[in-house]
């Protein structure tokens, strides 16, 4: 594959992609509002600045990429929650116009969506596990799967578990908000009763390459080895860096009132991506310190 469009490339994930992209390719890489920081120097990368609301795809016709990877959602859970209508454009309408792209100009697409889409009853799902959403967010990617799915031949669906590590673009992930407040002194709330098989943004990225370039199809689940709580990985965290674990304050998201509900146990299976690649993922303690001990 040597033309590739990435959508959402300014993102947290966009800009690992980007930095693990394999030389000697060419990469339209779109955004929206935030710039895109990170510019690999083995690769040809030309920009599309574009809102999924109000889309030229002219561009997209005239770079004829025959691979499309895309990250590009409306992907804070709440907000979503808060507005329906702009959510189902952002995340299942944008999918269905590119994938009418792909379809008319045979591209493989490689969709990237989330493990929210269980309603987390029981946890450790496999891809042949039914899905289940209990919120907005979920419905819309669940949405946007089946339409890859069912009009496509040539795709990836990849369901990543909740991905942690320091970005590249400014924009502070998770993990990096979690360690700056306790290195400041501040109390951070995190969920207890959620969980999740963290997985580190380094090998998302570098995984999602080998899988889109594998030539393999269909639905792939892909997270850590270990079952964690966001409280316990701020143990771990703790543990780790010498922080005071007591301005950890546990919450429960089955108590909260506001927001859009969460699914308890998200954690996936991902034995069929890992025998498929031979990859090992990084456990969160390893992946903590190659992030933020560098």
Known sequence: MKRILITGASGFLGGYLLQ???????ILAQHCRRPIKVHPSRVSMSFLRMDW??????????????????????????????????????NFLATQRLVDVAGEIGSRFVYISSDVVFDGSKGDYEETDSPLPVNIYAETKLAAEETVGNQLQNYVILRPALFYGKSLQGRRSFTETMLMALREKKHVSVYEDQIRTPLLVDDLAADCWKLANSGHTGL???????????????????????????????????????????????????????????????????????????
């Open 53 to 90: 609301r109000l889309p030229e795809l002219d561009a997209v016709y005239s770079f004829e990429p025959e691979m499309i990877i895309h990250l590009s959602a409306m992907a804070d859970i709440d907000k979503c929650q808060m507005h329906p209508p702009t959510a189902w454009e952002v």
């Open 220 to 294: 792939f689940h892909l997270g850590g080895p270990e079952k964690l709580s966001r409280y316990e990985m701020g143990e771990i965290a703790c543990e780790l860096f010498h922080l005071p674990k007591n301005y950890l304050k546990p919450v429960q998201a089955s108590r909260m009132t506001s927001g859009a509900p969460r699914p308890a146990d998200c954690s996936l299976n991902s034995a069929k991506i890992r025998n498929i690649l031979g990859i090992s993922p990084l456990d969160f303690r390893k992946g903590l310190l190659k992030s933020f001990a560098r």
């Open 20 to 26: 693990y992209a394999p030389p000697g390719i060419k």
